[in-house]
């Protein structure tokens, strides 16, 4: 038979009792402790071009209001459940965070600062960043040229750092620039499988970093004459 329990603060009887030297019953152990140490106000830093968000030092996919804030609280209540309701209020943005730890229940209020950067991949897409090139050249360029394209996007959806930074046709053919050099091999090996194109690869010196010279991969694509 189980015994009845009575908090010392309220006189309530209670199955269980709470807290490691003063036992007290669930309201008043969360009368008096907190489930989680929130903060009265955090920020929320998210990309003004691509939408994603800064969680440390990543910026992760998570786009919406409910994602970002659940990223965001995730590791302030750890090991308890949670739900979040936000608002707005005289123009400025508060969570209540109500978490549960079995019979203990909870709840905080947080103001959100958010805040608009620009994530790196972003910067360096708009800025004309690429690491490598990929010089199209011969007849009939069209399909290899789409297939360039299409694979790029690919990539992109894949990872963030991979895009195709700017496409430039000349009068010897097209050029066109990646920003990684694993993005660079990744097309290069499809391309010899869909077309069977003569690669020569040269490098150009682009400056200097830490005493060490710093080189672009330029990669010559000639397709054989059909």
């Known amino acids: ?34 489930l989680a140490d929130l903060p ?10 691509c939408g994603r968000m800064r ?15 659940a ?10 459940e949670f739900e979040l309701q936000y608002w707005e209020e005289d123009e400025e ?7 549960r730890d079995e019979a203990l229940e909870d709840h905080g209020d947080v103001k959100i600062d958010w805040v608009n950067e620009q994530c790196p991949d972003c910067s360096r897409f708009q800025g004309g960043f690429y690491k490598a090139k990929i010089q199209l050249r011969g007849e009939n360029l069209e399909e290899a040229s789409d297939f360039i394209v299409d694979k790029a996007a690919e990539l992109t959806n894949r990872n963030r750092k991979d895009f195709l930074s700017n496409i430039e046709q000349n009068s010897h053919g097209i050029d066109f620039y990646l920003s990684t050099e694993a993005m660079n091999k990744k097309i290069l090996s499809e391309l010899r ?21 710093v080189y672009r991969n330029v990669v010559s694509v000639r397709l054989p004459s059909k």
């Open 193 to 213: 499988q869909a077309f069977d194109p003569e690669i020569k690869r040269s490098y150009e010196l682009i400056g200097e970093k830490d005493g060490q010279r």
């Open 40 to 49: 009265r106000e955090t920020e929320i830093v998210k990309c003004t071009v």
């Open 71 to 80: 990223e965001t609280f995730s590791d302030m209540v750890e090991g308890l």
């Open 93 to 99: 943005f508060y969570v209540r965070v109500h978490m």
């Open 1 to 34: 038979m189980e015994l009845s329990k009575f908090c010392p603060a309220c006189g309530r009887e209670t199955s269980e009792l709470y807290g490691d030297s003063k036992k007290l019953c669930a309201e008043c152990f969360t009368d008096r402790n907190n």
């Open 55 to 69: 969680k440390g030092r990543n910026w992760i996919e998570a786009y919406s209001i409910e994602d970002q804030l």
